[in-house]
């Protein structure tokens, strides 16, 4: 199976902060990385896909980049509505698998 | 609206079996394949199994082959996961999630992209 890792696995951060996330696949993966966000009891929701490509309805301070086995998830300025944990997931082959994922608090 | 709505979870004892269901709704269920993944209290995102548009392909995580048997109705846009010999370790939420897919050919991308709010089971004595 394919392992993702990300990093870091939390962080603190204030509105308006730039926010990386980086995302590690054990093997090249292509561009076959989604990225996904999670609220507290809430189901994950779809912000990018094929590594760069918006999800329509997301907004465009998130962004996506990378390909192979190196991955990054940024956001270009934190909003109160960002707080939450996100998710890399490769779709390169199944067993599909997920990143442990990133908790991104308020500071 | 596009809508999934998952039902079936409870809870059930260490060995005994459950069967989730999955409804759709305000999407065409028969041309999409679908998934299954859950999320243990706390814990991160696991996928589970895969099923394609008519049914005649499935796929299993590890852990949960020979257990586990996706399967849909298409004529029902409903998709179901039966669960058998169940573990106290598969106390989870079940999510189940349309797979969605960007390009052609063999550079097309996929993803999930719709999501149900999920069903909760618990397995304990």
């Known amino acids: 199976d394919i392992q993702m890792t990300q990093s870091p696995s939390s962080l603190s951060a204030s509105v308006g902060d730039r926010v990386t996330i980086t995302c590690r696949a054990s093997q090249s993966i292509s561009s076959y990385l989604n990225w996904y966000q999670q609220k507290p009891g809430k189901a994950p929701n779809l912000l990018i896909y094929?590594?760069?490509s918006l999800q329509s309805g997301v907004p465009s301070r998130f962004s996506g980049s990378g390909s192979g086995t190196d991955f990054t998830l940024i956001i270009s300025s934190l909003q109160p509505e960002d707080f939450a944990t996100y998710y890399c997931q490769q779709s390169y082959i199944t067993p599909w698998t997920f990143g442990q994922g990133t908790k991104v608090e308020i500071k | 609206e596009v809508q999934l709505v998952e039902s079936g979870g409870g809870l059930v004892q260490p060995g005994g079996s459950l069967r989730l269901s999955c409804a759709a709704s305000g999407i065409t269920f028969s041309t999409y394949r679908m998934h299954w993944v859950r999320q243990a209290p706390g814990k991160g995102l696991v996928w589970v199994s895969r099923?394609?548009?008519?049914?005649?392909?499935?796929t299993y995580a590890d852990s949960v082959k020979g257990r586990f048997t996706i399967s849909r109705d298409n004529a029902k846009n409903t998709l179901y996961l039966q669960m058998n010999s169940l573990r106290a370790e598969e106390t989870a939420v079940y999510y189940c999630?349309?797979?969605?897919?960007?390009?052609?050919?063999?550079?097309?991308?996929?993803?999930?992209?719709?999501w149900g709010k999920g069903t909760t089971v618990t397995v304990s004595s």
């Open positions: 094929a590594a760069s």
């Open positions: 099923i394609n548009s008519d049914g005649s392909s499935t």
């Open positions: 999630a349309r797979e969605g897919y960007y390009g052609s050919g063999s550079s097309r991308s996929y993803y999930m992209d719709v």
